[in-house]
Nanobody, 124 residues
Framework: VQLQASGGGLVQPGGSLRLSCLAS????????LGWFRQAPGKEREAVAV????????WYEDSVKGRFTISRDNAKNTVYLQMNSLKPEDTAVYSC??????????????????WGQGTLVTVSS
């Protein structure tokens, strides 16, 4: 599986962005897909995860109610809709695919495939 993330950019606080993660080779149907972010000087953290085929989702507490992870089966793509963005959301966002159980969805070490990062900057 090869993943390609896109959609980052500069947005003002309170604004929205939608990130896309396209699988260009292989099907995502059996995988758990996660969006992770890493801010300067901080560790990588999971922000939103879902089974590509199925309804289960997980969100990091600070993004609950603001971010939504979704997928388009036909396009083999996972999205991260980010609303009400805050300066503290500024980070490089990456998507990843793995087969971890729900209890480990937050753990980046359980993901096998990673896309390149896309920078999200929230600033006025």
């Amino acid at each position: 599986v090869q993943l390609q993330a896109s959609g980052g950019g500069l947005v003002q606080p309170g604004g929205s962005l939608r990130l896309s993660c396209l699988a260009s080779e292989g099907s995502l149907s059996r995988y758990v897909l996660g969006w992770f972010r890493q801010a300067p000087g901080k560790e990588r953290e999971a922000v939103a995860v879902r089974r590509f085929s199925g309804g289960s989702t997980w969100y990091e507490d600070s993004v609950k109610g603001r971010f939504t992870i979704s997928r388009d089966n036909a396009k083999n793509t996972v999205y991260l809709q980010m609303n009400s963005l805050k300066p503290e959301d500024t980070a490089v966002y990456s998507c990843a695919a793995g087969l971890a159980p729900y209890s480990q969805w937050w753990n980046p070490e359980t993901y096998y495939y990673w896309g390149q990062g896309t920078l999200v900057t929230v600033s006025s």
